[in-house]
């Protein structure tokens, strides 16, 4: 069974901090796509990023970058000198792979974010 | 255009009534989900259409009967529902396909509450 594991609940920092937020997954498929989207106040949730196991390279988007390693299953987000509207709560979330399309996603259970101004 | 809607943003109903909830996207996606969020939790997936087919059903009770009436629109009707139902019901779509982006876009949610 696949599980995704977001062991902070809840972290606050200070505007223009960075701040790291962890995910930890567990599976048995050998091919697999690891995903972040961010859930504002207003509920709607925003896709972030991608990725497949067989895609280790780092990325950086703006503020934000992902850091995706094999060897210790994690997919860890961080973002670069943080901003209120980054306020959300952030979940990770996996994804086994299907012929059909339409795999189901498997959520860890978030971690919401508040930047202090 | 990456935009899913949803209409109507809020409702509330008794149990007895009979309301739907409708997903509209225009992306050219073939597969749309329903999802059901309750407070500070993930969403919880509850059916998956699949080129206008239901293709998954996590065990959902028969209060809630999704219906796809082509590949732009998914409807969710409620009948008979309970106040443990209240939540904030997700629709998803992505693309359909090997190698294509399987991201799934979420419309902004219709919040339910049951009375």
């Known amino acids: 069974a696949q599980k995704v594991t977001q062991a902070q609940t809840e972290i606050s920092v200070v505007e223009k901090e960075d701040v790291t937020l962890d995910c930890v997954y567990e599976?048995?498929?050998?091919?697999?796509?690891l995903f972040w989207y961010k859930q504002p106040p207003s509920g709607e949730l925003v896709f972030l990023i991608r990725r497949n196991s067989f895609d280790e390279q780092n990325e950086i988007s703006g503020r934000y970058s992902w850091n995706f390693q094999k060897s210790t299953s994690s997919f860890n987000f961080t973002i670069t000198a943080s901003q209120v509207v980054d306020s959300a709560v952030y979940f990770c979330a996996l994804s086994e792979f299907s012929n059909f399309g339409n795999e189901k996603l498997t959520f860890g259970t978030g971690t919401r974010l508040t930047i202090i101004p | 255009d990456t935009e899913v809607t949803q209409t109507p943003k809020h409702l509330v109903m008794g149990m007895t009534n009979k309301k739907s909830l409708k997903c509209e996207q225009h992306?050219?996606?073939?597969?749309m989900y329903w999802y059901k969020q309750k407070a500070k939790k993930p969403p919880e997936l509850m059916f998956v259409?699949?080129?206008?087919?239901?293709?998954i059903n996590e065990s959902v009770p028969s209060r809630f009967s999704p219906e796809c009436p082509n590949s732009s629109l998914l409807n969710l009707h409620l009948h008979a529902l309970q106040p443990e139902d209240s939540a904030l019901y997700l629709c998803?779509?992505?693309?359909?396909?090997?190698?294509?982006?399987?991201?799934?876009?979420f419309g902004p949610g219709t919040r339910l509450t049951v009375t």
């Open positions: 599976t048995r498929d050998t091919t697999y796509y």
């Open positions: 259409y699949s080129y206008e087919k239901l293709s």
């Open positions: 998803a779509s992505s693309p359909r396909g090997r190698g294509s982006l399987r991201e799934q876009y």
């Open positions: 992306m050219g996606h073939r597969a």
